[in-house]
Nanobody
Framework: QVTLVQSGGGLAQAGDSLRLSCVAS????????MGWFRRAPGKEREFVAA????????RYADSVKGRFTISRDNAKNTVALQMNSLKPEDTAVYYC??????????????WGQGTQVTVSS
């Protein structure tokens, strides 16, 4: 059983940067690929970014490509999402997830509690 605890997020203005972190406990962190998803108001939860267990491969949603960067530190059991050039449409609750490699929610077994990110124009 892997428990994911998120931190970071909050309020930002368009063009600002924010960083989300997610710390895992229990299980073996390095066994899992990690992902970030988000749910905007009135919308379904969607894929944002993913990174393989060793960190050798990453994948991003088109909407965040070039602005967001996912990284992981297996020694510290952490995964981070650096969000630059934020836009109002990035406003959402962000979730980290651990599981198999993929861009669909079904690939991930464990989920963080969610962190609100609000970007004003």
């Amino acid at each position: 059983q892997v428990t994911l605890v998120q931190s970071g997020g909050g309020l930002a203005q368009a063009g600002d940067s924010l960083r989300l972190s997610c710390v895992a406990s229990g299980g073996t962190f390095s066994d899992h690929s990690m992902g970030w998803f988000r749910r905007a108001p009135g919308k379904e939860r969607e894929f944002v970014a993913a990174i393989t267990w060793r960190g050798g491969s990453t994948r991003y949603a088109d909407s965040v490509k070039g602005r967001f960067t996912i990284s992981r530190d297996n020694a510290k059991n952490t995964v981070a999402l650096q969000m630059n050039s934020l836009k109002p449409e990035d406003t959402a609750v962000y979730y980290c997830a651990a599981g198999a490699w993929g861009t669909t929610q079904s690939a991930y077994r464990y989920w963080g509690q969610g962190t609100q990110v609000t970007v004003s124009s």
